[in-house]
């Protein structure tokens, strides 16, 4: 694979489905680029297709025309295995519903991306990334006996384990209380600089969007 000088490059990117009145337009000629180790916000109201171009970014869906480039790979032209490889190697998630599996502890959730990955010693780094967001008194806890703050940084250690070039996070902070979202934001942006990973975001939220380096903002699938 060739490494492009940009992490990512969202090509005049459109995106339509068909619906009972016809073809909705979600996203119209999306083009931007983004560098190496950047962090970037993707802002807009609800329904201004944040969620829609975060999934075109990572290779979840493709876009009616125009092409997205990830690591240097165009992801049209990969399968859907190939573009699930290429997240398995490249990229870490983190949502605002958590997306921990229930019947796992926090340390076996957060162990799972690099025990697929081949990882030796997972547990061991599972561990080391718990320690770092302040959960070392809660390894052998699941899910539901964890706050909505601590599943969140749970979420977190299992994104950053396996040290991704790209994280996209989509509302990271959307279902939190102020104090916990700080939290997980003051976490995410420290992970996040440690691991020199370009960040990808898309939030409602313009103190979070603030932290970021630079701010794409969508208003009714346009960017401004």
Excluded at 63 to 69: F, L, N
Excluded at 148 to 172: M, N, S, W
């Amino acid at each position: 694979m060739t490494i492009s000088a940009k992490a990512l490059i969202a090509n005049h990117l459109d995106k339509e489905v068909s619906s009972s009145d016809g073809v909705l337009t979600i996203l119209h000629d999306i083009d931007f680029a983004i560098d190496h180790g950047e962090s970037v916000a993707i802002t807009g109201a609800s329904g201004s297709g944040k969620s829609t171009l975060l999934g075109l970014m990572a290779g979840l869906d493709l876009p009616s025309s125009g092409y997205v480039s990830l690591m240097g790979q165009n992801l049209g032209e990969l399968d859907e295995d190939g573009r699930a490889r290429l997240r398995g190697e490249h990229i870490g998630f983190v949502f605002q519903s958590f997306q921990l599996l229930s019947h796992l502890t926090a340390l076996e959730n957060v162990a799972l991306p690099a025990q697929m990955q081949g990882h030796p010693n997972a547990l061991r780094e599972a561990k080391a990334c718990l320690e770092k967001v302040g959960l070392q008194d809660r390894l052998n806890h699941f899910p539901k006996t964890l706050s909505g703050g601590e599943q969140q940084r749970v979420a977190l250690a299992r994104a950053f384990i396996t040290k991704p070039k790209i994280l996209f996070a989509d509302e990271p902070t959307g279902s939190l209380d102020e104090a916990s979202g700080k939290r997980v934001i003051d976490l995410l942006f420290d992970l996040n600089l440690a691991n020199q990973s370009t960040l990808i975001l898309v939030t409602h939220d313009p103190a979070l969007a603030g932290r970021c380096q630079r701010q794409i903002h969508l208003r009714g699938g346009r960017l401004t």
